[in-house]
């Protein structure tokens, strides 16, 4: 993150899209228009990645299992693999007994982007749905435990109660320095996420963002992923029941049977068309 963005592409979508958008932050959201991050957030990340972690370092993520792709009023379900390296890369490939689906998300060019694939049809994610977490399924590669010089905001907004359980809820969204106010405005309401951590474990529960037609950026989507059935795997905790969510409608449905960590996953793993 904080990158100096060389691409007039670039550069020339956000200016159409802010003025699509007039520059809003998402509903509710008036804590993306702060420039420092909160110290009851930094704080709380802080608790949080050290349950998640107990202090491994972990620097890239293979996760193996099966999941349930729905596709409409079609469910299709094969074995997974999702792999995550750093912040900005990440894949998901599902076998299928007609053909693969999968999803690549890929910032190694300087600027984020990705694809997904269905068979031997293959479809770039429009830029604006590249700018929250690429490793969505594995929480310990959240932005929100990014360092602050890294260029992520983040803002605690107070505790919820869910399903009986008290759960604190932060907020974060990236700054990238260098930019005109309302493409760094735009790009703030872009990569906001939000997350919901149980206040006794202090593992993340829950996390939710907007996702945008390929070819409309005003129109929101909400997209929520729940996490749950925490297991040890060499000292980090890692969710084994995975489910996504798009618009209220189950899209992924994933269970995990196993875990590898900091296996050397090379940013040629992710690349992308």
């Known amino acids: 993150m904080n990158r100096r963005f060389g691409y007039f592409s670039l550069v020339g979508f956000l200016v159409v899209a802010c003025s699509a958008l007039q520059c809003q932050t998402s509903s509710g959201s008036s804590t993306t228009s702060s420039n420092a991050t909160s110290p009851e957030a930094q704080v709380l990340a802080a608790k949080t990645v050290a349950a998640l972690t107990g202090g491994t370092s972990v620097t890239d993520v293979t996760l193996n299992g099966t999941a349930t792709w729905t596709n409409g009023s079609q469910q299709h379900s094969g074995p997974v693999i999702l792999k995550a390296l750093g912040q900005d890369e990440s894949s998901l490939d599902i076998s299928l007994s007609d053909g693969e689906y999968a999803e690549i998300r890929d910032a190694s060019s300087g600027a984020p982007g990705g694809e997904w694939k269905l068979g031997d049809k293959t479809t770039p994610f429009a830029l604006h749905n590249c700018w929250t977490d690429a490793a969505w399924f594995f929480p310990p590669l959240y932005y929100l435990f990014a360092p602050s010089s890294s260029g992520v905001i983040l803002s605690y907004l107070g505790t919820e109660n869910k399903g009986g359980r008290v759960l604190y809820h ?13 493409i760094s405005s735009m790009i703030a309401k872009l990569s906001s996420v939000d997350y919901f951590i149980d206040a006794t474990s202090l593992l993340p529960v829950e996390m939710k963002f907007q996702t945008h037609p390929d070819t409309d950026a005003n129109m929101s989507i909400p997209v929520k992923v729940t996490f749950s059935n925490y297991q040890d795997v060499n000292g980090v905790k890692v969710p084994f029941h995975v489910k996504k969510y798009v618009g209220g409608h189950v899209v992924l449905n994933i269970t995990i049977d196993s875990a590898t960590f900091n296996s050397g996953l090379q940013l040629s793993d992710f690349s992308i068309q």
Do not use: I, N, T, Y
């Open 170 to 182: 932060l907020r974060a969204w990236r700054q990238e320095s260098g930019q005109a106010p309302d």
